[in-house]
């Protein structure tokens, strides 16, 4: 049974930086693409970046590069490092099992429960 448990959301100021945490579990972790996900209030939920099993591959949705995705596969943990955080950036974080677009999500089943960012002065 795939679990994933994310951690490290908060409430930081515009500009501020967090860092991401999901431990996973169920699952062989080190042959799955991981994926970070965000639902913002009142909107559907969106794919945020994608890295690949070995962790030398990453995409992301947004090009402009205040986040990164990182992996430790010797203790099952997928990291997002975000940085110059904006007030848009608020939402719900999800880590999930597999790989995404901003078109195709992993099922409903494959995510964790979500950690929440909060961006706010």
């Known amino acids: 049974q795939v679990q994933l448990v994310e951690s490290g959301g908060g409430l930081v100021q515009p500009g501020g930086s967090l860092r991401l945490s999901c431990v996973a579990s169920?699952?062989?972790?080190?042959?799955?693409?991981m994926t970070w996900l965000r639902q913002a209030p009142g909107k559907g939920p969106e794919w945020v970046s994608t890295?690949?099993?070995?962790?030398?591959?990453a995409r992301y949705a947004e090009p402009v590069g205040r986040f990164k995705i990182s992996r430790n596969n010797a203790n099952n943990t997928l990291y997002l490092q975000m940085n110059n955080l904006r007030p848009s950036d608020t939402a719900l974080y999800y880590c999930?099992?597999?790989?995404?677009?901003?078109?195709?999500?992993?099922?409903?089943?494959?995510w964790g429960q979500g950690t929440q960012v909060t961006v706010s002065s």
């Open positions: 169920g699952f062989t972790f080190n042959t799955f693409y």
């Open positions: 890295i690949n099993p070995v962790g030398n591959g």
């Open positions: 999930a099992k597999g790989t995404a677009t901003k078109t195709t999500l992993p099922p409903r089943h494959d």
